[in-house]
């Protein structure tokens, strides 16, 4: 199974970008996906992420910028990216999991970020 990120690319700080994640029938989970991002030297950070009943979790530099969602039926993950900075600055993969592997809400929602499939990424940058 694979995953396809795309909407990256180069936006003036304050700008917006959408990402987006194609998965399949055999990559889209029902528990668990996510959003993390790496910048160059730096460690990979989980950005947002959401559970199968849409709950969901942002890591404090992006809440209330980003949102995160999903759409079921085309098997795609989304992440709406607003008022963007220079230190959004990176590349962004999209992660989920098996659905063999139930993940609780509460997991999910925390630190979990053992997922089992990833993007290739897409490359975010913010020029100030």
């Known amino acids: 199974g694979h995953l396809v990120e795309s909407g990256g690319g180069s936006v003036q700080a304050g700008g917006s970008l959408r990402l987006s994640c194609a998965a399949s029938?055999?990559?889209?989970?029902?528990?668990?996906m996510a959003w993390f991002r790496q910048a160059p030297g730096k460690e990979r950070e989980r950005v947002a992420v959401?559970?199968?009943?849409?709950?969901?979790s942002y890591a404090d530099s992006v809440k209330g910028r980003f949102t995160i969602s999903k759409d079921n039926a085309k098997y795609f993950l989304y992440l709406q990216m607003n008022s963007l900075k220079p230190e959004d600055t990176g590349m962004y993969y999209c992660?989920?999991?098996?659905?063999?592997?139930?993940?609780?809400?509460?997991?999910?929602?925390?630190?979990?970020?053992?997922?089992?499939?990833w993007g290739q990424g897409t490359q975010v940058t913010v020029d100030s």
């Open positions: 992660a989920t999991n098996k659905d063999t592997r139930a993940v609780p809400k509460w997991r999910c929602l925390g630190d979990f970020d053992n997922f089992d499939y």
């Open positions: 959401i559970s199968g009943d849409g709950g969901t």
């Open positions: 029938a055999d990559t889209y989970s029902s528990y668990c």
